[in-house]
């Protein structure tokens, strides 16, 4: 279970995915040098909860799935997804954190402070909860479909039988 609030087993709806998409080109540009150094890519995906808004960010190996990446979770809570501007809100500040997250990991080459649990962090005067770990986000999903239809979202489901 990928999300920090839910109580079901049932994974959430997905983020908009152009919305992903755009945040995921944004990282990979900004951190293109880090990228190409080390060999590695940026992977954006989200869920969206009745209990909270999901992102993750996951920092991948380019040539093998299975070396460790670095992934940052985002969560916040129902009052920051009320309304359309505090949506709006809500994905500016993950986006901002998600840049000082890695703005810190890549100045320090000897950066180790992952951070298994779910933790509070204010920014913009609004309270966020992240975590930062080894997880390999793909891996987990394909572990999501191995528990089969009961497990997944059912936009995930309509997706996979269309290919």
Same mark, same amino acid.
Not at 4 to 28: C, F, H, Q, Y
Not at 110 to 130: S, V
């Given at each position: 279970?990928?999300?920090?609030?839910?109580? #079901?087993?049932?994974?959430?709806?997905?983020? +908009?995915?152009?919305?992903?998409?755009? @945040?995921?080109?944004?990282?990979?540009?900004?951190?293109?040098?880090?990228?190409?150094?080390?060999?590695?890519?940026?992977? @954006?995906?989200?869920?969206?909860? +009745?209990?909270?808004?999901?992102? @993750? @960010? #996951?920092?991948?190996?380019?040539?093998?799935?299975?070396? #460790? +990446?670095?992934?940052?979770?985002? #969560?916040?809570?129902?009052?920051?997804?009320?309304?359309?501007?505090?949506?709006?809100?809500?994905?500016?500040?993950?986006?901002?954190?998600?840049?000082?997250?890695?703005?810190?990991?890549?100045?320090?080459?000897?950066?180790?402070?992952?951070? +298994?649990?779910?933790?509070?962090?204010?920014?913009?005067?609004?309270?966020?909860?992240?975590?930062?770990?080894?997880?390999?986000?793909?891996?987990?999903?394909?572990?999501?479909?191995?528990?089969?239809?009961?497990?997944?979202?059912?936009?995930?489901?309509?997706?996979?039988?269309?290919?």
């Amino acid at each position: 279970m990928l999300a920090r609030n839910n109580t #079901s087993r049932k994974n959430g709806k997905m983020i +908009p995915l152009d919305w992903a998409e755009g @945040v995921n080109r944004l990282l990979n540009e900004t951190y293109q040098a880090e990228c190409k150094q080390n060999g590695r890519y940026f992977d @954006v995906y989200g869920q969206i909860f +009745p209990q909270e808004l999901l992102l @993750v @960010v #996951s920092y991948l190996s380019e040539k093998d799935e299975y070396i #460790s +990446p670095i992934t940052c979770f985002l #969560s916040c809570e129902p009052e920051q997804m009320m309304t359309e501007e505090k949506v709006k809100e809500t994905q500016k500040n993950f986006i901002d954190m998600i840049g000082l997250f890695f703005d810190e990991i890549f100045a320090d080459a000897d950066w180790n402070e992952f951070e +298994p649990n779910w933790q509070e962090i204010t920014h913009n005067n609004q309270k966020y909860f992240y975590k930062i770990t080894r997880e390999n986000i793909n891996l987990s999903l394909e572990a999501d479909k191995l528990l089969g239809e009961d497990f997944l979202d059912e936009e995930e489901i309509e997706e996979e039988n269309e290919h």
